[in-house]
């Protein structure tokens, strides 16, 4: 079975400030992919990134970052200098390889609020 | 490009009824699941549909069922409604597996109600 912890439930920044979501998993294969989605009040996911399990190479998108360490089942999201349209809910989410389907395992996620 | 359309937006039912949502994918995808969002959790995976046929299942009763039209849209069934079922159905769709990359991209949702 797999599963996905994000044990920050609500973090609350000011503007500019820098801040870090952790998402910690579970399972039991070798292959697997991590993905990272955004959640505005909308309500739609936003896809934002996808890892592979056999490419621990650390990630920079813009204010956005990744770092992937398999030694310690970690997948954490770092906002640099945050903004007011970074606040909503994150979600960390995990994805067998071998599934017959792509079925995606979801962490509880993490509501970030970036106040001015 | 449309992107995953989802109807309707909101919907209110009392316990024992049954309801429908409906989903329409992105442009060329095939694939389409179904996700439950009670408020404050994550999503949780309910089925996957592929070529008309229901190809994994998540851990939801025989109450919540789908189907896949041959245009790839979808529709999810659930019968005998609970207090329970109040959540955002999310729906998503992607390429089938091993055909190339395969990120699931997702609707609006439909907020359902039940009193």
């Known amino acids: 079975a797999q599963k996905v912890t994000q044990a920050q439930t609500e973090i609350s920044v000011v503007e500019k400030e820098d801040v870090t979501l952790d998402c910690v998993y579970e399972t039991r294969d070798t292959t697997y992919y991590l993905f990272w989605y955004k959640q505005p009040p909308s309500g739609e996911l936003v896809f934002l990134i996808r890892r592979n399990s056999f490419d621990e190479q650390n990630e920079i998108s813009g204010r956005y970052s990744w770092n992937f360490q398999k030694s310690t089942s970690s997948f954490n999201f770092t906002i640099t200098a945050s903004q007011v349209v970074d606040s909503a809910v994150y979600f960390c989410?995990?994805?067998?390889?071998?599934?017959?389907?792509?079925?995606?395992?979801f962490g509880g996620g993490t509501r970030l609020m970036v106040k001015p | 490009d449309a992107g995953v359309t989802q109807s309707p937006t909101h919907l209110i039912k009392t316990r024992g009824q049954q309801v429908t949502l409906r989903c329409s994918p992105k442009?060329?995808?095939?694939?389409v699941s179904w996700y439950q969002q009670a408020l404050g959790q994550g999503p949780q995976f309910i089925f996957q549909?592929?070529?008309?046929?229901?190809?994994q299942r998540g851990n939801f009763p025989d109450r919540f069922s789908g189907h896949q039209f041959p245009n790839y849209s979808s529709e999810l069934n659930v019968n005998a409604l609970l207090l329970g079922d109040s959540a955002l159905y999310l729906c998503?769709?992607?390429?089938?597996?091993?055909?190339?990359?395969?990120?699931?991209?997702f609707g609006p949702g439909t907020r359902l109600t039940v009193l």
């Open positions: 442009s060329g995808h095939d694939t």
């Open positions: 549909y592929y070529e008309e046929e229901e190809r």
């Open positions: 989410a995990l994805r067998m390889s071998n599934n017959a389907g792509n079925m995606l395992t």
């Open positions: 998503a769709s992607s390429l089938a597996v091993g055909q190339g990359r395969n990120e699931q991209f």
